[in-house]
């Protein structure tokens, strides 16, 4: 049992980042939709890979260089495998008139004028919050935002179909829902780095991303009749953002003193 919950976590180590895994993770198709189980916990390992380069930076040099020096390396860790799901939703969504060409265009590597003014904006504001956040909170921000942008993401495949058919999509063996204990686990994960803040208010942005996943997975499944593994990335970007300017709001309206 321990043995094949290794298996998955490492599986999901290499399927959502680049970082190095110890031995050698065997492949087994049938434990490819449970690497979601371990989704919140790899974003818990880039976030602290992104705030250690936040805090060594940030001995040296202004808050807002070492932002985005901890930014790139998070965009790096992972391949940009998010932030090209937001790229390529922004152009489908953007430029795509029904589901067929909608799925068309996600599918196409080129990078339109809706995903780059969209990257342009998403990292604008990710720096300017990020800067403007107490540096001393800036760490568990970014580890608690990798973790938590992750979680309601298994709600979206809970609760919709995936919208491509074929299997020429690497995402089809990662699209069947998991169990509800899975989820269960992944959310008891995705909650751990809340309680190290000094309030308990940050436990709003539980239900606030779960709230934010769930109008776009509506949406997705108005438009397309489902999601892919593009709309998830798009919507761990988002997530990701809100709660940067959640916790900035709630600093800078004097609710949180750090």
């Known amino acids: 049992m321990i043995k094949r919950e290794l298996q998955i976590l490492g599986a999901s180590i290499l399927y959502f980042s680049r970082l190095p895994f110890p031995f050698k993770?065997?492949?087994?198709?049938?434990?490819?939709q449970l690497v979601l189980t371990w989704f919140p916990l790899v974003g818990a390992f880039v976030g602290i890979l992104g705030s250690l380069i936040f805090y060594g930076a940030n001995w040296f040099l202004p808050q807002m260089v070492s932002i985005v020096l901890s930014l790139s390396a998070m965009v790096l860790v992972t391949g940009a495998f998010h932030e090209d799901g937001f790229a390529d939703v922004c152009?489908?969504?953007?430029?795509?008139?029904?589901k067929e060409q909608i799925l068309v265009i996600m599918k196409d590597s080129r990078?339109?004028?809706?995903?780059?003014?969209?990257?342009?904006l998403l990292f604008a504001l990710k720096i300017t919050s990020l800067t403007a956040i107490?540096?001393?909170?800036?760490?568990?921000?970014?580890?608690?935002?990798?973790?938590?942008?992750?979680?309601?993401?298994?709600?979206?495949?809970?609760?919709w179909d995936y919208a491509r058919k074929s299997n020429d999509s690497k995402s089809i063996d990662t699209s069947k829902p998991l169990s509800v204990f899975r989820i269960i686990l992944a959310f008891i994960l995705s909650i751990i780095p809340l309680f190290f803040f000094h309030s308990w208010i940050?436990?709003?942005?539980?239900?606030?991303?779960?709230?934010?996943?769930?109008?776009?997975?509506?949406?997705f499944n108005k438009k397309i009749g489902g999601y892919t593994g593009d709309c998830l990335g798009a919507v761990q970007q988002v997530n990701?953002?809100?709660?940067?300017?959640?916790?900035l709001g709630l600093q800078h309206s004097g609710i949180l003193l750090s």
């Open 134 to 159: 107490n540096p001393g909170s800036v760490i568990l921000v970014i580890i608690a935002s990798q973790v938590m942008s992750r979680w309601p993401l298994l709600l979206i495949t809970k609760r």
């Open 202 to 219: 940050v436990f709003i942005t539980v239900p606030l991303l779960v709230l934010v996943s769930w109008i776009f997975g509506a949406w």
């Open 25 to 32: 993770v065997p492949y087994n198709k049938a434990y490819q």
């Open 240 to 247: 990701e953002l809100v709660f940067y300017i959640f916790y």
């Open 111 to 120: 990078v339109g004028a809706y995903a780059a003014i969209g990257l342009i």
């Open 91 to 98: 152009d489908a969504f953007g430029g795509g008139y029904n």
